[in-house]
């Protein structure tokens, strides 16, 4: 079990003082500034259970479709990683370790996978191994994705003199830099004096650059090189941080330390800072004095100045003993939790959150009963939180289960960038990065007739995706205050369309204005004025946009869109220079300059005028795509005599796109997958192919590797007899 219980401490004074503890928000160009709202009620629904000492939860970036959680120790005294992936826990293990040391403060305790484990499939686990050392160690994952290589590389091990305290979280942080926890070598009070001696890599935050074979250590380590210190150590003066973790907001780093009989702490660094930072221990016990320290490098520990205290701590009472550290929330299914940190009391069984600002933090709230499962179940000691790749919170308990942390009423699950990346077919306008977050899906506009003006976006928007895919639609659920917005967005293969509805509602108290903008940059012909721009009908009708297509010019893309009673439209082609400029003009983004890679911008715009409280407003929006279907059609011509391409996933895909490449004969083959814009973006085969049957997948991603947008995309194949193509929809 994680912790042990304490011994009492003797270097403890008799007598000591009780220290005093000390939805995205929206750019709107038109609408009034957000309303406070009643906070969305929490639950817990307990995703896995009969696990062996589970104490972590994690998931590879971008995994969306899978949860690892860390299993400290089986009976037979072996560590396991297993897999949560739809909705059941895979019957192999990830990964199994050897028999590893059996204190109960011991075993298998921190996993992290790397940046790019998407291509590298390298994750690092931290344990502690037969003979109670500390093991830093690199993993590969094999051919099989859910199964990962048995035999490991070490990184790095440190000697550790007693059973508890062994730190044991990993974590890579903004600078793709590894992180590891180390405790303070074990035992009470630590008799060693080890967090303060910067000689040893025990009670410390480590810093390691694992890009290469082995580690190296990354400029900036503060004893790197000729400073006395290990050149490893990142800060210092910690007793057993237990589940530190970077906010993946902000990339601040929170450390919650366990303290020894009166006080647990957390540790508080912004983005870009803590680099030589003391915690203090074993001089202080959050801010309590403890006790002297020979080996402090600020020479003595009553130099105030030496020692960061925590930005929190709390005392032994209502049952507490050891803090548990967790998350600051960033996910999107509980848009008005962003920012909280969630932490928990390990003996207590407390769940806490609060927020940092400015230095400090603030708005303790206790989510203990909020966050009871009911129907029977109870919450154990709580080990270690997790979040998962969308940014969704778990926890897990000593009971062997593991809970996530979910909305009761999900109504709001995504927030605008994910809604425009899902949604906006073809269309690439706009960065998906944190903070530049173009909103061309749906977003207000200043001046009712105006053209684009009032392209929105989200200020300090982070790209979440709790978006769901059934069939070939999409389903998600915005809110941009005051107004909840309902998406529906099909994809119909025979028919060739794609349908969304917006349904939004004003959640204020009085009416709002409402108007709604929808951009399509379709990439099409690069020339300006191949566009044809049918005008909008009445006020209260439908605007109708044609374009031709650069890829197959004979065919052409309908737009059309209706509103409610009462509602303009208008309509209106740029070409992408004009559409860069009015971006700028109107709402500068910082660090992206441009609106996009698009050729033409359209835009259709929808105003509803004032709109009272609680009436759903409907915005439906259809583009057709009149010459094929969107989805693993031939483009059209005759095919190449020699060969045939068959699309055998379900279009629109998300993940992999299976295909089946057959060659009559042998000869020179290329595969490629083309953007709308006639652009190459990946290579799938290039050479002299015998004759016959090969499968091949397309992962989605670009030739560079990063993730291609939602949109449609074209698989060409050539042959020396000819060349066809298949369209697909890519949906994220
Ligand atoms: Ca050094
Ligand atoms: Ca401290």
Redesign the pocket.
Known sequence: MIPAPRPASSALPASLPRAAGTFAALFLLALAAPEARSETPLGTVRVAQGLSLPLFVTSPPGDTARVFIVEQRGADQRGRIKILKGGAVLATPFLTTDPLSSGNEQGLLGLAFAPDYATSGRFYIYYTDSNGMVQIARHTVSADPDVANPTGTAILSIYHPFTNHNGGWLGFGPDGYLYAATGDGGSAGDPGDRAQNVDSLLGKMLRLDVSGPAYTIPPGNPFAGATPGRDEIWAF???NPWRPSFDRGTGDLVIA?VGQNLRE?I?FAPAGTGAGAN???RC???TLPYASSATTPCGSCTVPAC????VYEYDHTLGRCSITGGYVYRGCAIPDLNGQYFFADYCGRQIYTGRFQSGSFTGLRERTADLAPGGGLTIGNITSFGEDARGELYFCDQNGQVFKIVPVAPLLESDMPALRARTALGDTLGSTSPGNALVTGVTPFADPGSRIRGVGYLRNAVLRDCSGLSGGCLTAHARLDPFDIELRACVDSAGATLTRQFVFTNTAASSRPLAYVDVVTPRLRNEPNSSVVASPGSPGHTAVLVQSNSISPDRWIVHSGSGSAGVAASADVDTISELTARVAADQPFGGDGSAGPADVGMALGFDFGSVPPAVPETVTVVTRLTASAPTGVPVGGPLPSRGELRILSRVPFEGNLRLELYLMSSGPVSLDIFDPAGRRVRTLERGDMPAGRRLYSWDGRLESGTHAPSGVYFIKLRTDGGALMRRVVLLR
Do not use: K, N
């Open positions: 003066g910690l007793r330390d702490e540790d915690y203090g221990w202080f016990e959050g020692t960061v205290f925590p």
